[in-house]
């Protein structure tokens, strides 16, 4: 074998991934579009259904956005009447982000979309799952470096 073989796209595990990922990024737009959210606002209200409000340091962990990204985006929420950012009184340093009515309203329009999207990727459940515990091994074994 040459010795720059592993050098060859195609024998790459960073860029399936990297692929994969942006086509399916692309594959929830159609229908997070008529939420007016975009992918990266629909996985911090996912968070935030799931929690109702929480500081946004600890969304950025969540998420794996950085705060230069996050602050935006937040605010891009807030703008939208989704949520509200709060200085908590004890801790003025730190930003809550809380749910609104009307983000918590916006749950069950989005409740089918993980279907909607699953009937667009070609794999089946059990494929699935084991791709869930996949990636998110490779996700712990990101952080236990960090």
């Given at each position: 074998?040459d010795?720059?073989?592993i050098l060859?796209?195609?024998n ?8 994969a990922a942006?086509?399916?990024v692309?594959t ?18 996912l968070?935030?259904w799931e929690k109702?409000q929480i500081l946004?340091?600890?969304?950025g ?8 990204t996050?602050?935006?985006l ?17 801790d003025?340093?730190n930003?809550?982000i809380k749910l609104?009515?009307?983000g ?5 329009q989005?409740l089918?979309?993980p279907?909607?999207v699953?009937?667009?990727?070609n ?5 699935a799952?084991?791709l869930?515990q996949i990636l998110?091994k490779?996700?712990?074994s ?5």
């Amino acid at each position: 074998m040459d010795k720059y073989e592993i050098l060859k796209l195609e024998n790459q595990i960073c860029f399936p991934l990297y692929a994969a990922a942006k086509e399916v990024v692309r594959t929830y737009q159609p229908f997070l579009e008529k939420l007016d959210l975009t992918y990266t606002q629909y996985i911090a209200m996912l968070v935030l259904w799931e929690k109702e409000q929480i500081l946004i340091k600890e969304l950025g962990k969540l998420l794996y956005l950085d705060s230069g990204t996050l602050t935006p985006l937040v605010k891009k929420l807030e703008i939208k009447g989704y949520v509200e950012r709060i200085r908590p009184k004890e801790d003025e340093r730190n930003l809550l982000i809380k749910l609104t009515d009307k983000g918590r309203n916006l749950k069950d329009q989005a409740l089918n979309i993980p279907f909607q999207v699953g009937n667009c990727i070609n794999i089946t459940q059990d494929e699935a799952i084991f791709l869930h515990q996949i990636l998110n091994k490779i996700l712990i074994s990101t952080q236990e470096k960090d």
